[in-house]
């Protein structure tokens, strides 16, 4: 009897051998659900980009070794009491353009609950079958920064990506945080010779459990700037602009709260170097009780 496991990714047939023929250097992006994802700011931001053009499925991940089915149960779709379908959740790499026909590739669904270090191994190899120059993950945490600034990003890489951290920024000093599978996939990659990033944007802490499109605007945009695709965020932007009016809004109803934007905001301009990214500032409140007035207020019961 064979020790061996089966593989843990199937190739769509129609993509035949060699898998990097069909692809000329692709960009991997990389947008797992289950992680730190602060306003939305991945998922929307992938959202976006699927949306951009038409995909193809290059690759699908065994799931059923991957993915505890009662943490993140299929969808079970019912007629009149009769059950006609069920979806499954799914990884998968899918295949898509930029606006100027550039290749990119984009693995999508959520993060496995098992069998890390397989994962990442299997990720390797696809990336060096379909010939990817250069994997970039995104993500977004909330900050001590204010609504009323750019959004900023911050970036990880392993040891053999270091050149690519000075084109966003970093966090300075050392610190230990819980991992993420993106963390896994930048050291398993960066052994591997692969290129890679990982993207994170800093969301105001009081809009967090909230869309926050200017954090997905950013990180199209610092994908954009790093491995020279082409997107356009304007959607994003005016979205954006939208959700800052309404931020307005309710934040000048609140002497306390608009205090708490002008501490952050001087607080920002008068850093040099790398704020901290985590620390609100001395007697700053924690932004929960904004953040649950905004909510009640974005959904309408503040009117």
């Known amino acids: 009897m064979s020790d ?22 692709p960009v991997l992006v990389v947008a797992l659900e289950g992680w730190v994802d602060a306003g939305l700011g991945a ?23 991957l993915i505890d089915q009662r943490a993140r149960r299929p969808i079970a779709r019912l007629v009149d009491g009769v059950t006609v379908d069920l979806t499954w959740p799914a990884i998968r790499v899918l295949a898509g353009k930029d606006r100027i026909g550039a290749d990119l590739l984009y693995l999508t669904g959520p993060e496995p609950d098992f069998h890390w270090r397989s994962f990442t191994a299997a990720v390797v190899e696809l990336v060096k079958r379909l010939g990817v120059r250069t994997v970039v993950g995104l993500g977004a945490f909330p900050a001590p920064t204010p609504h009323t600034r750019p959004v900023r990003l911050a970036s990880t890489v392993p040891p053999q990506s270091a050149d690519l951290i000075g084109r966003v920024g970093f966090v300075q000093g050392t610190i230990e945080v819980p991992a993420g599978v993106q ?30 499109p200017e954090a997905s605007a950013a990180l199209i945009e610092g994908m954009c700037a790093i491995t020279g695709i082409v997107f356009d965020t304007s959607s994003l932007r005016a979205a954006g602009e939208a959700s800052r009016r309404q931020v307005d809004e309710l934040i000048a109803g609140n002497a306390e709260h608009a205090d708490m934007v002008r501490r952050l905001e001087s607080s920002i301009d008068s850093e040099e170097g790398e704020p901290d990214p985590f620390g609100l500032p001395d007697g700053m409140p924690s932004g929960d009780e904004i953040a649950a007035e905004l909510e009640q207020f974005l959904r309408g019961e503040g009117s």
């Not at 993509?15 to 023929?21: A, F, T």
């Not at 998922?43 to 070794?65: C, R, W, Y």
């Not at 930048?186 to 990982?198: D, K, M």
């Open 43 to 65: 998922s929307t931001a992938i959202a976006e980009l699927l949306g951009a053009s038409p995909t193809a499925e290059v690759a699908t991940f065994d799931t059923e070794s």
């Open 183 to 212: 963390a896994a996939l930048e050291v398993a990659l960066g052994e591997a010779g692969v290129p890679v990033i990982g993207l994170w944007a800093r969301v105001p802490h009081y809009v967090a459990a909230m869309p926050f």
């Open 4 to 25: 061996e496991r089966p593989p843990l990714y199937r190739v769509d047939p129609a993509w035949g051998e060699p898998l990097h023929e069909r692809v000329a250097t």
